[in-house]
T-cell receptor, first 109, second 113 residues
Framework: EDKVVQSPLSLVVHEGDTVTLNCSYE??????LLWYKQEKKAPTFLFML????IEKKSGRLSSILDKKELFSILNITATQTGDSAVYLC?????????FGTGTSLTVIP | NAGVTQTPKFQVLKTGQSMTLQCAQD?????MSWYRQDPGMGLRLIHY???????DQGEVPNGYNVSRSTTEDFPLRLLSAAPSQTSVYFC????????????FGSGTRLTVV
């Protein structure tokens, strides 16, 4: 059975801290791994990863994929209150996307 | 460019009623899908379509029907609503060949009483 597991389930940090969110997966026919940010509305796209070891970066956010060990991490440096959200990991396999349950991040001023 | 448009945003149904959640996209995306999001369960795929006239079941298809008569529209039908279908529903679309991931609609919050 294909599955995507995210950890931790929730995280509370202070502004300025660095956080690492984890996503592990067990799927057949892996095509890509995606990260989304969800505030109190629809998820918004952050990154798509298809190759191992190549870091994707956008401002204070970065992500990397390890296809051998079947996981990805999302790093957020110098966190801000606007980073508070649920971060979703999804894995694309063939014609389906499997989502993890998400990591809820709260950044305290 | 409107992106993915979902209607309605909120709906309350009585058990046994039927309804259709509408989803339309104007980006010429081949791939469209419906998800439900429940607390602690993440997003679960209900049905998806890889093009007009082609649909397939996802992880949790029971109690739902879909059709894809045009590239733009992908309605989700609840045949006989049950309280277990209380959830937030998202429609999403993407190009199959351009790796930008999904574009999500704004969601429909459905309550079945």
């Amino acid at each position: 059975e294909d599955k995507v597991v995210q950890s931790p389930l929730s995280l509370v940090v202070h502004e300025g801290d660095t956080v690492t969110l984890n996503c592990s997966y067990e799927v057949t026919n892996f095509r890509s791994l995606l990260w989304y940010k969800q505030e109190k509305k629809a998820p918004t796209f952050l990154f798509m990863l298809t190759s191992s070891g190549i870091e994707k970066k956008s401002g204070r956010l970065s992500s990397i994929l390890d296809k051998k060990e079947l996981f990805s991490i999302l790093n957020i440096t110098a966190t801000q209150t606007g980073d508070s959200a649920v971060y979703l990991c999804a894995v694309e396999t063939g014609n389906q996307f499997y989502f993890g349950t998400g990591t809820s991040l709260t950044v305290i001023p | 460019n409107a992106g993915v448009t979902q209607t309605p945003k909120f709906q309350v149904l009585k058990t046994g009623q039927s309804m259709t959640l509408q989803c339309a996209q104007d980006m010429n995306h081949e791939y469209m899908s419906w998800y439900r999001q429940d607390p602690g369960m993440g997003l679960r795929l209900i049905h998806y379509s890889v093009g007009a006239g082609i649909t397939d079941q996802g992880e949790v298809p029971n109690g739902y029907n879909v059709s894809r008569s045009t590239t733009e529209d992908f309605p989700l039908r609840l045949l006989s609503a049950a309280p277990s279908q209380t959830s937030v529903y998202f429609c999403a679309s993407s190009h199959r060949s351009i790796p930008y991931g999904y574009t999500f609609g704004s969601g429909t919050r459905l309550t079945v009483v």
